[in-house]
């Protein structure tokens, strides 16, 4: 168990500098600790994977959601632009028939008005 | 609102394996002035969208596993740290890309160099160390162990809970969790020792350290 945890603390860098050159020197001149080293790597890095690959489908998961927020938000600014371009629209139908109304009022009024009608045709 | 976090708390939370440890990993993802800044440098290396998210992606993966390996020392921001792995990322995605051209090898080299200054990172890590067992190998490994060590393995070692939390989370007791447990690593020892292709890969790696 010493051993175990000796090396776990040596793969996970938490050896401080002295106690890891002398755990070097020793699996140097020991082979079964050697080998003892790298089966307990060999583990870490596959129950490391065990996380990786989560880690990978939350992401996965992250993306979708990240997505779908955006594609909202893209349609949400999609039918505010277009209210926006209907309110122009309205606007400028608005103006329209104001200045026909006006003109057309103009229009009337010069016909009825006989000081107006003779000078012009003065 | 989204919480949002100091360097330090999201350090403690990976390294200690908080249950807020999977809340910081959202927001790392999410938050957009990392995602800007990591974006800027992908972008420039990487054209493809789709693989530049990927990219991004794994180098979250890979902050995580550096963070719990006591990889960061803290010499740069957190940000500037990741901003540095994604740029490692990029290159060992193009190292696989591109295996044949010396000359992108070289620019490479200049890259790496820069970014180890720039991001106080230590390169090998990301590049070379990572891939001492393909994930290919440690994958088919685990992939044959049951549902239930996959699990207590990951409470253990990435969550960072102690057997009685275990024992309550799954609703056993804490003896069980600790037979379990033993139970696990004797058959993921197993399954190593009786893999020859893993045991090829770790013989040759006997006595590097």
Known sequence: MESFNRIKDYLLHRLPDKERAQFEAEVRANEALARELELQRFEMETIDQIEADQLRE????????RQQRLEQNTQGSRSGSMVRMYRIIAAAAVVLLAIGFFFGNKKACIAKSPFLSTRRLE | MNPTYTDQQII???????????????????NEGLRNKAFAKITKMIADQEKAEDIFADSLI???????YNKYKGDSSLST???????????????????????????????????????????SFFLDNQ?????????????????????YFRQKYW??????EMADENEVKSQSVKNTLSRCYKKLREIIVNDPEAMEQIKLNYGKL
């Open chain 1, 58 to 65: 939350k992401a996965a998961e992250l993306r979708q959601q």
């Open chain 2, 12 to 30: 403690t939370a990976i390294q200690n394996g908080a249950v807020t440890r999977d809340k910081v990993f959202a927001y790392l993802y999410d």
């Open chain 2, 62 to 68: 890979a902050l995580v596993k550096s963070v719990r």
């Open chain 2, 81 to 123: 740290y990741f901003v540095g792995i994604c740029q490692l990322q990029c290159i060992r995605y193009l190292q696989q890309e591109q295996r044949s051209k010396k000359r992108e090898r070289v620019l490479n080299e200049v890259l790496i160099h820069r970014v180890e200054e720039e991001c106080r990172i230590e390169a």
């Open chain 2, 131 to 151: 891939r001492r067992y393909e994930a290919r190998l440690t994958r088919r490994v685990y992939r044959k162990l049951s549902d239930t060590c996959r699990q």
């Open chain 2, 159 to 164: 969550q960072g809970k102690k057997i009685r």
